[in-house]
């Protein structure tokens, strides 16, 4: 998907726009070119149409293509630097609460998010701890089993996941130009998508190509995300196209899964990778479960089917496997009549 990535031309450095060229020029000032230190990476570009003082017909439209290319050559560019590009379940709540330390008198020394922030005598941490970290430290301090200590410092506290404020961390400290998109930005960018999807709703060449880029760029979105992400598009050909490129990386995050537990024999590299090929099997397998629920695609949602069945001498009904409570012989006959 990445080494066909659509665009309206030839992806060049931004530079003047060029007028009458109803997209962007290749002319660039002097000394704007491309940071060296930034690796190459292909870039999206739309169609722009010329406009006039007397007419702002585009004027919205082409505030919609600006945002779009400007945090999608961010994606791309984190993507090529090995980095998530996108965190929908990350926001600036979640960066605030992993980056800045609150004032010591603020919680009592007996909390979790006191905890979390400083020592026991008092001295602030480096970094704030972990779910993982927490956990295992109120497993030593409290004597708490292993789930419900994982369970207080996940509910209990504003403690992040290891790999969600590694994250956050680094995208801190990453150069804008390629940092990624947390919540807020990953939004902005659907709704500049569909802003001009909707806003090329013409019959023009240039129009139809953008609506074609938008599709595939929606795409590729999908494509670039490892972990179950409802669409976010409204539009339903985009929310399609979203779906269907995400549900492929799912599957294809199984299938790498699988022949790495395989590859990975016990007595060749040991227990410990096996048993880790195996639990990314697993949450690929439940990545799965999530994207093909019935509330993520209701449209492929099946006519509903009520199952009957003897459960400790009662009659019962189960519908969508859930059983419902109170069945009996005159509840079950209507249901019958409904569905055929």
């Given at each position: 998907?990445?080494?066909?990535?659509?665009?309206?031309?030839?992806?060049?450095p931004i530079g003047r726009r060029i007028a009458g060229q109803g997209c962007h020029g290749a002319k660039k000032f002097a000394g704007m070119g491309c940071s060296s230190a930034l690796p190459h990476v292909p870039r999206i570009r739309f169609v722009y149409f010329p406009t006039t003082e007397s007419s702002d017909r585009w004027t919205a439209c082409h505030q919609h293509l600006v945002t779009a290319e400007v945090l999608l050559d961010r994606v791309l560019a984190a993507h090529?630097?090995?980095?998530?590009?996108?965190?929908?379940?990350?926001?600036?709540?979640?960066?605030?609460?992993?980056?800045?330390?609150?004032?010591?008198?603020?919680?009592?020394?007996?909390?979790?998010?006191?905890?979390?922030?400083?020592?026991?005598?008092?001295?602030?941490?480096?970094?704030?701890?972990?779910?993982?970290?927490?956990?295992?430290?109120?497993?030593?301090?409290?004597?708490?089993?292993?789930?419900?200590?994982?369970?207080?410092?996940?509910?209990?506290?504003?403690?992040?996941?290891?790999?969600?404020?590694?994250?956050?961390?680094?995208?801190?400290?990453?150069?804008?130009?390629?940092?990624?998109?947390?919540?807020?930005?990953?939004?902005?960018?659907?709704?500049?998508?569909?802003?001009?999807?909707?806003?090329?709703?013409?019959?023009?060449?240039?129009?139809?190509?953008?609506?074609?880029?938008?599709?595939?760029?929606?795409?590729?979105?999908?494509?670039?995300?490892?972990?179950?992400?409802?669409?976010?598009?409204?539009?339903?050909?985009?929310?399609?196209?979203?779906?269907?490129?995400?549900?492929?990386?799912?599957?294809?995050?199984?299938?790498?899964?699988?022949?790495?537990?395989?590859?990975?024999?016990?007595?060749?590299?040991?227990?410990?990778?096996?048993?880790?090929?195996?639990?990314?099997?697993?949450?690929?397998?439940?990545?799965?479960?999530?994207?093909?629920?019935?509330?993520?695609?209701?449209?492929?949602?099946?006519?509903?089917?009520?199952?009957?069945?003897?459960?400790?001498?009662?009659?019962?009904?189960?519908?969508?496997?859930?059983?419902?409570?109170?069945?009996?012989?005159?509840?079950?006959?209507?249901?019958?009549?409904?569905?055929?």
């Open positions: 998907m990445l080494v066909d990535l659509p665009t309206a031309h030839r992806a060049l090529a630097a090995g980095l998530r590009s996108m965190v929908p379940a990350l926001d600036h709540a979640a960066e605030a609460r992993a980056m800045v330390r609150p004032p010591r008198g603020l919680f009592h020394v007996a909390t979790l998010e006191h905890r979390r922030w400083y020592h026991a005598d008092g001295t602030a941490r480096a970094q704030p701890l972990t779910q993982e970290a927490l956990a295992a430290q109120l497993e030593v301090a409290e004597g708490l089993s292993t789930e419900e200590a994982r369970h207080r410092a996940a509910h209990r506290s504003h403690a992040l996941p290891a790999a969600d404020q590694a994250w956050l961390i680094d995208r801190r400290h990453t150069p804008l130009q390629q940092r990624p998109l947390n919540q807020a930005e990953f939004h902005t960018l659907v709704d500049a998508i569909e802003g001009a999807w909707l806003s090329c709703a013409g019959a023009s060449h240039g129009e139809r190509a953008n609506r074609q880029i938008a599709l595939r760029v929606a795409a590729m979105l999908g494509s670039l995300l490892d972990e179950y992400v409802a669409s976010p598009f409204k539009v339903e050909a985009l929310a399609q196209a979203f779906n269907e490129r995400h549900l492929g990386r799912l599957r294809e995050t199984i299938e790498n899964s699988r022949h790495a537990e395989s590859a990975s024999g016990v007595l060749l590299v040991g227990p410990k990778a096996w048993f880790a090929a195996k639990a990314a099997r697993m949450r690929a397998e439940h990545q799965i479960g999530l994207a093909m629920s019935p509330t993520a695609f209701p449209a492929l949602q099946l006519t509903v089917r009520p199952v009957i069945a003897v459960v400790g001498g009662r009659l019962c009904t189960f519908v969508h496997g859930w059983r419902r409570s109170g069945s009996s012989v005159a509840e079950t006959a209507p249901a019958f009549t409904a569905f055929g």
